[in-house]
Nanobody, 130 residues
Framework: DVQLQASGGGLVQAGGSLRLSCTASGQHFVDYVLGWFREAPGKEREAVSCLSTNNDITYYPDFAKGRFTISRDNSKNTMYLQMNSLKPEDTAVYYC???????????????????????WGQGTQVTVSS
């Protein structure tokens, strides 16, 4: 079981950067697959990036590739999302999430599905102005 809290959002100009953090409380953080998701007004929640327990397997949708980087520091019970070259369409509430399990390379195309994640942080607002 784990509780998550996201932070680090804010207002940034297009082309700028933000680093989001998600701090976990509870036990066995190293056993959780982690993900970042976002929800814009009037839009469905969508995957931003997901990361396996061993830090080896990642998923990025096309809009995030080359701009966003997910990472985790198990010693600090924290996950991060580094966002560079931000665009106005990145404006959304960003949520961190987790589920307890493992990911194989064969499942990389599906393990970043929002419905797979059991635990969610409260979200942090990211606003990108043009």
């Amino acid at each position: 079981d784990v509780q998550l809290q996201a932070s680090g959002g804010g207002l940034v100009q297009a082309g700028g950067s933000l680093r989001l953090s998600c701090t976990a409380s509870g036990q066995h953080f190293v056993d959780y697959v982690l993900g970042w998701f976002r929800e814009a007004p009037g839009k469905e929640r969508e995957a931003v990036s997901c990361l396996s327990t061993n830090n080896d397997i990642t998923y990025y949708p096309d809009f995030a590739k080359g701009r966003f980087t997910i990472s985790r520091d198990n010693s600090k019970n924290t996950m991060y999302l580094q966002m560079n070259s931000l665009k106005p369409e990145d404006t959304a509430v960003y949520y961190c999430a987790a589920f307890r399990g493992t990911v194989t390379l064969a499942a990389v195309s599906t393990f970043c599905t929002p419905t797979l994640y059991d635990y969610w942080g409260q979200g942090t607002q990211v606003t990108v102005s043009s």
